[in-house]
């Protein structure tokens, strides 16, 4: 059982710059691929961002490429994301979460995953 605790976000201007943090509970968070996800009212949630249980491997979606970077530091447990050059149409909850997966795979799919954590509010003004 994993536990995902999320900090950080809250409101920039259009340009600026965020960071999202992921805490996960257990001795296992190294053997987890973590992923992003997000959810902008009245639409689907989306992938934002994965990466493997080791960290060799990422991946993002076409929206964030070039402006977010997941990373992870498995000796703390957590994973994180930073956000730059922030648009408007990120606007959305921002979900972290954990799949006791040990691949090489970048997973994107939300259904992959089965530990989320509480979600955290991203507002860009524009």
């Given at each position: 059982q994993v536990q995902v605790v999320q900090s950080g976000g809250g409101l920039v201007q259009a340009g600026g710059s965020?960071?999202?943090?992921?805490?996960?509970?257990g001795r296992t968070f190294r053997r987890y691929a973590m992923g992003w996800f997000r959810q902008a009212p009245g639409k689907d949630r989306d992938f934002v961002a994965a990466i493997t249980w080791s960290g060799s491997n990422t991946g993002y979606a076409d929206a964030v490429k070039g402006r977010f970077t997941v990373s992870r530091d498995n000796a703390n447990n957590t994973v994180y994301l930073q956000m730059n050059s922030l648009k408007?149409?990120?606007?959305?909850?921002?979900?972290?979460?954990?799949?006791?997966?040990?691949?090489?795979?970048?997973?994107?799919?939300?259904?992959?995953?089965?530990?989320?954590?509480?979600?955290?509010?991203?507002?860009?003004?524009?």
């Open positions: 965020l960071s999202l943090s992921c805490a996960a509970s408007p149409e990120d606007t959305a909850v921002y979900y972290c979460a954990a799949a006791p997966v040990i691949s090489g795979l970048v997973m994107s799919k939300d259904y992959q995953y089965d530990y989320w954590g509480q979600g955290t509010q991203v507002t860009v003004s524009s």
